[in-house]
């Protein structure tokens, strides 16, 4: 059988995938493993190889779905969660000796790294003899959290292109958006967003108008305008670590309660529509959200197990 476009490849950018036929193919795959983990059916081909997860930033759902996916398919896995905390980072080490090093002492077959630098995932790949998959990296890029999240769109919708795609909440430091957003371009030309942000927080001025070159973008701080219209709301976060980081958690604190989506607000959305959130939320949903038909966020999550495994065995076996 023809081998995966990216076996053997590391997988660092959305920026990677430039046809349908590339997503195409890798859904097929999502579609066995959905059904292989429902059916509860041991389907091992990574057997004898090993993953490294390793891990500079919190995670919940990224990390654990990535072990979970690994095992599954029967690897063993060493998965690191407290990288700056608990191993040699501490102490001052590279990046670059970190990666040779895991390499060498775990006999790793594909490294998966989380870290707050943007161009972390491609460092790593340019000294790793194995790939690198990037578990979210900085504020730039979460490659796997677009493909979940694309998962979820097009099995939600049937489709991945013509659709209205509202981007909620913190899309100057938020990853997630920025990497789906790109994908959406990808999938389809009839794809339209609305990026929806207080002023503070609007996604940077360059990505907007380089996507801007590829589909029709909006900008708008109206959440409530947006609202029926939209097929696709996805809400975000406003990343409080980056405000720390830059010592503007006054600001942080006067963002964060910009945009809640409470049940009467769903109430004027579309029958069909989707909300989405790549989780943690703190405050963006409320929890009377959560058992409408429309609220999507914890199938999304589950699509990120199947989406990692196929993901790890197309890398692995192609
Ligand atoms: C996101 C991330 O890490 O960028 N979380 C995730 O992987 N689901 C979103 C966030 O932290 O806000």
Known sequence: MKKSWIYKQSYITVDQIKRKSQIKELFKKVDVMKKNV????????????????????????????????????????????????????????????????????????????????????????????????????????????????????????????????????????????KSLAKVLTVTGRKNKFIFVSPKELMAPRKYVKDLSKKVKISETDNLSKVLPKADVVYMTRVQKEWFEKAGKLDEYERLKGKFILTRHMVNTMKKKAMIMHPLPRVGEIMYEVDDDKRAKYFPQMRSGLYVRMALLEAILKG
Do not use: C, W
Not at 95 to 104: N, R, V, Y
């Open 38 to 177: 429902e059916t509860h059916n041991v389907y091992e081909p990574l057997k004898g190889m090993t993953v490294a997860i390793l891990f500079y930033q919190p995670s919940t759902r990224t990390f654990s779905s990535f072990e979970a996916a690994a095992r599954r398919l029967g690897a063993y896995t060493i998965a690191i969660h407290g990288m700056t905390q608990y191993s040699s980072v501490a102490k001052g080490e590279s990046l670059e000796d970190t990666i040779k090093s895991i390499h060498q002492t775990t006999g790793a077959d594909a490294v998966v790294i989380r870290h707050p630098e943007n161009n972390s995932s491609e460092v790593a790949a340019s000294i790793s003899n194995v790939p690198i998959i990037n578990g979210g990296s900085g504020t730039k890029e979460h490659p796997t959290q677009a493909l979940l999240d694309l998962y979820t769109i097009y099995n939600h919708h049937k489709k991945m292109d013509g659709l209205n795609v509202a981007m909620v909440g913190d899309l100057l430091y938020g990853r997630t958006i």
